[in-house]
């Protein structure tokens, strides 16, 4: 039975990756931060085991990846890392406060989830890693300029360590969601929700559990000879 870590797992596209992987078949330990009501309603309902972890936290990472040891004596096969937060505005109006912030939650927390749980893929010579980035990250968005770099550096980080880590057999992939119906739409009129719909060519939004597909897909065995990929889960809005 594998194991898989996923990073911010207790609510939307995460929660999705949670429920798909524990159906599956894989053992699955997740974090969350603020929402421990939904974590623990998630974790009653899959089996997986929730873990609060802020991905800002050094020490947070190392009690993670302590209880990952005891949860999983056999080791972790696949890490995702989903924890992340969005700020909308102009650039401007930014506090740097705002911008290390988000960077820190974003590609810090990339950093230690991956800095903790490599050394025993290294070793074990076999793993995946899956950083869940945007399509933003490909083409920029206006008034998210900083979200936008930070997705941008996870695809810079996804194909500087695919090619790092390849020699030991460890497979590290990006995927970028598009239009996805989770809270961070919440903003969002029903107008602006119709008009990214009509701007999709699949002629819909995207849901949480397409990308949960395609992170189960890059971390099982048929996506044994792709790494290093940013795999767009948009429905063609960027194309």
């Known amino acids: 039975m594998p194991n898989v870590v996923i990073t911010g ?7 999705d990756m949670v429920r798909l992987f524990a159906q599956k078949g894989w053992r699955v330990l997740f974090t969350y931060l ?18 609060a972890c802020d991905a800002r936290s050094e020490s947070d990472h190392a009690a993670l990846l302590s209880a990952a040891r005891r949860y999983f004596p056999g ?3 696949a890490l995702i890392c989903n924890a992340g937060t969005s ?11 705002q911008w290390d912030d988000l960077f820190a939650v974003h590609v810090r927390g990339a950093f230690l989830a991956t800095r903790a749980f490599l050394p025993q893929m290294i ?4 793993g995946a890693i899956v950083y869940i980035s945007s399509m933003w990250g490909q083409t920029g968005a206006s008034c998210e300029a ?4 930070c997705k941008a550096a996870l695809i810079g980080l996804t194909k500087a360590l ?30 602006d929700l119709e008009a990214l719909r009509q701007e999709t060519p ?12 395609a992170a189960l897909f890059l971390c099982g065995p048929e996506a044994g000879f792709i790494t290093g990929q940013a795999l767009g889960v948009n429905g063609g809005f960027v194309i």
């Open 87 to 97: 700020h909308t505005g102009l650039l401007q109006d930014m506090t740097a406060a």
């Open 75 to 77: 080791g972790v096969q």
């Open 146 to 149: 900083a979200y936008s770099a």
């Open 202 to 213: 699949l002629g819909r939004l995207g849901n949480p559990r397409d990308v949960a597909r």
């Open 9 to 15: 797992g207790s609510r939307g596209i995460g929660a």
């Open 123 to 126: 070793s074990d010579q076999a």
């Open 162 to 191: 695919a090619k790092e880590a390849g020699p030991s057999h460890v497979r590290v992939n990006c995927i970028c969601p598009g239009v996805i119906e989770t809270d961070m739409l919440k903003a969002y009129t029903p107008a």
């Open 34 to 51: 603020r929402s421990g009501d939904d974590a623990q309603a998630l974790s009653a309902e899959t089996g997986a085991l929730a873990v």
